[in-house]
Structure formats: structure tokens, C-alpha cells
């Protein structure tokens, strides 16, 4: 089992950026496909980015493509999310998830692991 801690998250002004950290423990999930995903209130899960675990393939919602870069160091067990030109759209809450041993998938329900959460907010 691995246990997702994400963070860096905050508050910032539109235009900004910020780098989420998704670190991972328990055991390394280098050979996991990680998404990222993020819900606001009243709303499904939404996917954000994804990446294969070996880095090579990344994936991308419409709304963040060349604004936002995922990308992982494997010998760390981190995963990160690289947002910038942040948009007050983007508010809401960002979670990283694990597929063990699969490829990155944009549907929640394939993810087996989770992290707890870390609040992005983006004012105008």
C-alpha cells in the first residue's frame, strides 16, 4: 500500500503559479500511473493531469494543456504538478492518485490510491 501526501498548495493572485508535491510512502509506486485531479464544491472529481511511471507519457485536460506540466522524480517517490498563468477557474481542491502497476488513467474510479487534498485558490 502507498500512502499520497499532497502539498503546496495556497493562495495566489491570477497569473501566478504555484508546483504541487505529491509524495509518496509505504513503498515506491515508480511503477504506478499518477493522475491529478481536483473537485470544488458542489462538482465531480475532475481530472487534471496524468503521467506513465516512467515519466515519458503525460496527459492533459483541455482547460489546463500549456498551462499546467506534471512530471516525476522517481527517486524521490514525487510527483509534481507545475501550474502556471493560474485563472480563478483553477480554484479548488487538487488530489494526487496511484493506478499500482497500470498506466495513468482520466477516470477517478481507477485509481486505487489517494492523497488527502491540497487547497488551490486563485483570486482575480
Known amino acids: 500500500q502507498v500512502r499520497l501526501v499532497e502539498s503546496g498548495g495556497g493562495l495566489v493572485q491570477a497569473g501566478d503559479s504555484l508546483r504541487l508535491s505529491c509524495a509518496g510512502s509505504g513503498r515506491t509506486f515508480s511503477s504506478d500511473g499518477v493522475g491529478w485531479f481536483r473537485r470544488t464544491p458542489g462538482k465531480e472529481r475532475e481530472f487534471v493531469a496524468a503521467i506513465t511511471y516512467s515519466g515519458s507519457n503525460t496527459y492533459y485536460a483541455d482547460s489546463v494543456k500549456g498551462r499546467f506540466t506534471i512530471s516525476r522524480d522517481n527517486t524521490k517517490n514525487t510527483v509534481y504538478l507545475q501550474m502556471n498563468n493560474l485563472v480563478p477557474g483553477d480554484t479548488a481542491v487538487y488530489y494526487c492518485?496511484?493506478?499500482?502497476?497500470?498506466?495513468?488513467?482520466?477516470?477517478?474510479?481507477?485509481?486505487?490510491?489517494w492523497g488527502q487534498g491540497t487547497q488551490v485558490t486563485v483570486s482575480s
Open positions: 492518485a496511484a493506478r499500482p502497476m497500470s498506466w495513468p488513467a482520466t477516470a477517478s474510479n481507477e485509481y486505487a490510491y
